[in-house]
């Protein structure tokens, strides 16, 4: 099955700084990478994705890259604030067949941004 | 108007109880799902339900029970609690495989 590995699991950087988080996949049939983003004591909020389709997507200081062929793909935040600091979740689709599929989801990044 | 609610928002027990979890959706998705996040933060599914059918059980014990009494809700249901259940549990839903997945605010189930 699905496996999603996510480096590194802490990261700090000084505000203003860029900010960049990896994740490989092992499933070549993978096909959607959404980034969420977790607040302290909040719930899980998709920030960016990309399909399989297309290799960066870019909205406002966040952007994401897709290498189908390293089968990796990475969370890049520019001019980091500190309400940036949250835990970031990768994931990749792990398609069951038919309509339905389940994300798998990376271990998780904590980025804390100093001011 | 919240798009994907559940209850209680948090939930103290023994060892050895029983307890539900409800969650509600008003997007009109058609697959919702059961998370476990642990105390590393870690997202784990559970299952999967796509118009009130079981789609997804991942390695879950028994005592762990879904139920979707129609495509907005999906309850877990847990019995004989035991100490290592204690995580927040996430309820999502999307529609389209898994375009547009929210989460629900979450439980945070404590087993003492």
């Known amino acids: 099955g699905e496996n999603v590995e996510q480096h590194p699991s802490t990261l700090s950087v000084q505000e203003g700084d860029s900010a960049v988080i990896k994740c490989t996949y092992s499933d070549s049939a993978s096909n959607y990478f959404p980034w969420y983003k977790q607040e302290l004591g909040k719930r899980p909020q998709l920030i960016i994705d990309i399909r399989s389709n297309v290799g960066e997507k870019k909205d406002q200081r966040i952007a994401v890259t897709l290498n189908k062929t390293a089968k990796h793909f990475s969370l890049h935040i520019t001019e980091t604030q500190p309400e940036d600091s949250a835990v970031y979740f990768c994931?990749?689709?792990?398609?069951?067949?038919?309509?339905?599929?389940?994300?798998?989801f990376g271990k998780g990044t904590k980025l804390s941004v100093k001011p | 108007d919240t798009a994907v609610s559940q209850t209680p928002k948090y939930l103290v027990t023994q060892m050895g109880n029983d307890k539900s979890i409800k969650c509600e959706q008003n997007?009109?998705?058609?697959?919702m799902y059961w998370y476990k996040q642990d105390s590393k933060k870690f997202l784990k599914i559970m299952f999967s339900y796509n118009n009130k059918e079981l789609i997804i059980n991942e390695t879950v014990p028994n005592r762990f029970s879904p139920k979707s009494p129609d495509k907005a809700h999906l309850n877990l249901h847990i019995n004989s609690l035991e100490l290592g259940d204690s995580a927040v549990y996430f309820c999502a839903s999307s529609q389209d495989r898994v375009y547009g997945y929210t989460f629900g605010s979450g439980t945070r189930l404590t087993v003492v």
């Open positions: 994931a990749a689709h792990r398609d069951y067949g038919g309509s339905q599929g389940n994300l798998i």
């Open positions: 997007l009109g998705h058609d697959t």
